[in-house]
């Protein structure tokens, strides 16, 4: 009984091991999957853009974004491959382990069964029974007759039943070494395509550091260029929240009551319990909202990067840079009021919504669809993203708590 007690807790205790692996490797293979699809992406994107209208620092950014991506790609690919390399060992471990003590159990088993036909033909189990001193006595040889019985049968549903584990684990071995197989191969293919744009990036960026007044100017330009949008966006909520607060306030005020036990901060929203309502199901979704365009790829994330070209000059990003096709909209990632529409002097224009004390905003439109004051929805147009002269469509997209500057790769979905 304790033998198959072990036995059936040895079975539950592999079946979880292989779900928690496969869990694990289908998690690894989604993420795998949508890193190849933002690579696609990427290309078709890119490949609609003039060539020959690129300015240097456009150039050096897409070769940039394909070695960061290709590099995600390796990274997951060797995880794959270190997590079925654990997997094949401990799978082989415990194929050992079954041999033998199959091995074992047949063994113990063919003895119990000679044993059996020696001693327990029907002639011999009569006489054992007849030659019993008393009732009693021949009763307690019957029960003995009867569990040696079941007793044989037991050990031939055990050896079975590790037959069949064993088999199983086998035809698994064998499908995770073709599996690792593939995966090596992939991996090398990829280490293949990553050499070769880190030459491109190579052979770019000696030739940038020849023109690099030319470059130098572009990032300057740039960066003022950001510089003045993160202004402008800091004012602009500032100023949302003194709009707010101040209608609250009158509105407490018209109804004889206080609208909050101390003062208010300029730089925190004094929320109603409709706005209260409104944050919480804001955060509640964090990780979970919509991307703001329907198709495209992150072409930088959020906060301090390196420059490709000058590792020492360090730059940064208040939200995240998505690239989508021409002629996209951006659209609302959830339920909110439209609080402002930026026009930012010498660049596009962006649409600020609120939601609750929280605020995302989408800059780089070049037509606004909404209006201040607005209640729009999840999925609801808000402006067309603006095309550049080298034909790249990308708009920059901000979360804020308050005035506080929020990742937005934590609140949208992977």
């Not at 209208?53 to 997951?76: C, G």
């Not at 086998?170 to 990553?194: A, G, P, V």
């Not at 995240?320 to 909110?336: Q, T």
């Amino acid at each position: 009984m304790y033998r198959i007690i072990l036995f059936l807790f040895l079975i539950g205790s592999l079946s979880d091991a292989f779900a928690q692996s496969s869990h694990k490797q289908r998690q690894l293979e989604r993420q795998k999957k949508a890193l190849m699809e933002q690579i696609r992406e990427m290309s078709a994107l890119r490949s609609q853009q003039a060539q020959e209208r690129k300015s240097l620092s456009s150039q050096i950014e897409e070769i940039s974004e394909k070695i960061n991506a290709r590099t995600q790609l390796i990274r997951l690919t060797n995880h794959q491959a270190n997590l079925l390399n654990q997997q094949i060992k401990e799978n082989q471990s415990q194929i050992t382990t079954l041999k033998d003590e199959l091995a074992s159990l047949k063994k113990s088993y063919a003895a119990v069964i000679a044993q059996s036909y020696k001693t327990h033909s029907p002639r011999s189990r009569w006489l054992f029974l007849l030659s019993s001193d008393n009732f009693a006595q021949g009763y307690k040889r019957l029960r003995y007759i009867q569990q040696y019985a079941q007793y044989r049968k037991k050990q031939a549903v055990e050896i079975q039943q590790k037959s069949t584990l064993l088999q199983q684990l086998t035809d698994s071995l064998s499908l995770q070494y073709q599996y690792q197989q593939n995966i090596l191969e992939e991996n090398q293919r990829e280490q293949n395509r990553l050499s070769q744009e880190k030459k491109q990036q190579e052979t770019l960026v000696a030739s940038i550091k020849k023109k690099e007044g030319e470059y130098a100017t572009e990032i300057r330009k740039k960066q003022a260029q950001a510089n003045k949008i993160d202004r402008e966006i800091d004012r602009l909520i500032r100023l949302a929240i003194a709009e707010a607060n101040a209608k609250k306030a009158k509105s407490a005020k018209g109804k004889n009551v206080s609208s909050t036990t101390g003062k208010v901060s300029d730089r925190t929203f004094d929320l109603t319990p409709e706005g209260q309502a409104l944050s919480s199901d804001f955060e509640a979704n964090k990780g979970k909202l919509i991307w703001p365009i329907e198709r495209g790829y992150k072409s930088q994330g959020f906060g301090t990067y390196d420059d490709p070209v000058y590792p020492d000059l360090k730059h940064y990003n208040n939200g995240i840079s998505l690239v989508a096709p021409k002629g996209a909209d951006a659209r609302c990632v959830f339920n909110g009021e439209v609080s402002a529409i930026i026009s930012v002097p010498g660049g596009n224009k962006a649409v600020q919504v609120r939601h609750g004390n929280f605020i995302t905003i989408y800059y780089n439109l070049i037509e606004v669809f909404v209006t201040k004051g607005q209640k729009v929805f999840t999925k609801t147009p808000l402006g067309k993203i603006f095309t550049d002269s080298e034909g790249k469509t990308e708009m920059k997209f901000f979360v804020y708590k308050n005035t506080n500057k929020l990742n937005p790769e934590h609140w949208i979905r992977e």
